[in-house]
């Protein structure tokens, strides 16, 4: 048995401002990363390298806040952030405020394996990318004319902002969990932050603990979602906790932490979640979130919309 579970983002995503060709090219880009992912596990490969698979091309798919399609900062650069955590063994890898770097989740999974640290930042993390031969990209690259308008609407203003809507609430990220076939859980997220962040700020994505993490005695979990309540909330180890030490199932520990806890601070956004028994979860409490899974039994789901 193996299971995966993927999302683009969360955010106020409405059907009513969607037209049918955008609706068809976000899920092309959620199915090329469900597939990735899944011919991983089906061929007995890791949990690791399903979800860094299904990660990689969400961050090559310019519709989706990661990679070549990144937001841009105040400052109109793109800065990444990303982390990938391992079930069985509790290793992490994490990546921040990077710019350059094609596809931050590797970066993440070189810091776990060929480091000895668990977190790099700005060029610091560059240089080390650089040093295990990962690919970098011009400035170029990572121009999308969508993302360069979202970002010309607040440059002058102070407001930052998370994609994926019209209003103010606008949030992006993308992420992947997946048990493989041995019983191990993974996780990973990568994102390009909120629009017209300040330059320099991290939000809840490379945060292990936060946006991302995995433990087999317990969930894989990688969030979405305005990233400085999510920190605030340590939303994806307190699923964790409420399953381990309060023996809540995966269903009602994220049912209590998306649909309760972080409502009552305005936390606005969603995760995907799995468990070694093969339960999947897709919570969300914004109008929509970019999702799709495999179950158990390799039936395949889409969603977009509530
Ligand atoms: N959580 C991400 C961040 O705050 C943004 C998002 O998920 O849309 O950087």
Redesign the pocket.
């Known amino acids: 048995m193996f299971t995966l579970a993927i999302h683009g ?3 106020t995503i409405e059907r009513s401002l969607m037209t049918p060709e955008l609706e068809a090219a976000y899920l092309k880009g959620l199915s090329l990363a469900l597939k990735a992912g899944r011919k991983v596990l089906e061929a007995g490969g890791t949990s690791l390298d399903a979800v860094v698979a299904s990660v990689i091309e969400l961050e090559n798919y310019p519709m989706f ?1 990661a990679g070549k399609g990144a937001v841009y900062n105040h400052i109109g650069s793109h800065e990444m ?1 990303a982390a990938v955590m391992e079930g069985k063994t509790l290793m992490a890898g994490a990546a921040c405020g990077v710019t350059g770097v094609k596809n931050p989740i590797l970066l993440a999974k070189g810091i776990m394996q060929q480091s000895e640290h668990v977190m790099m930042a700005c060029q610091g993390a560059e240089a080390f990318a650089k040093s295990i031969g990962l690919e970098f990209e011009s400035a170029a690259y990572f121009d999308t004319e969508h993302r360069y308008k979202q970002w010309l609407e607040l440059k002058d203003g102070d407001q930052f902002t ?3 809507s019209k209003s103010e609430k ?4 993308v992420g992947a969990v997946a048990l493989d076939k041995d019983g191990n859980l993974a996780a990973a997220t990568s ?4 629009t017209n ?1 300040k330059f320099g ?5 490379p945060v292990i603990g936060a ?1 991302t993490y995995a433990n087999n005695e317990t969930c894989a979990i990688s ?6 309540l ?2 605030r909330s340590v939303v994806a180890y307190d699923i964790s906790c409420l399953m381990a030490y309060k023996g809540l199932t995966l269903k009602e520990a994220c049912d209590k932490v998306v649909m309760d806890k972080l409502v009552k601070i305005g936390g606005e ?1 969603g995760l995907i979640a799995l468990d070694t028994k093969g339960n999947i979860e897709l919570p969300f409490n914004s109008s929509g979130m970019y999702r799709a899974s495999v179950d158990a039994q390799g039936n395949e789901y889409f969603g977009i919309y509530r």
């Open positions: 983002g969360a955010g806040n952030d998370l994609d994926h606008k949030m992006g990220t994102t390009g932050g909120m962040k700020r991290i939000g809840d994505s946006g969030c979405t979602g305005h990233g400085e999510f920190l956004g």
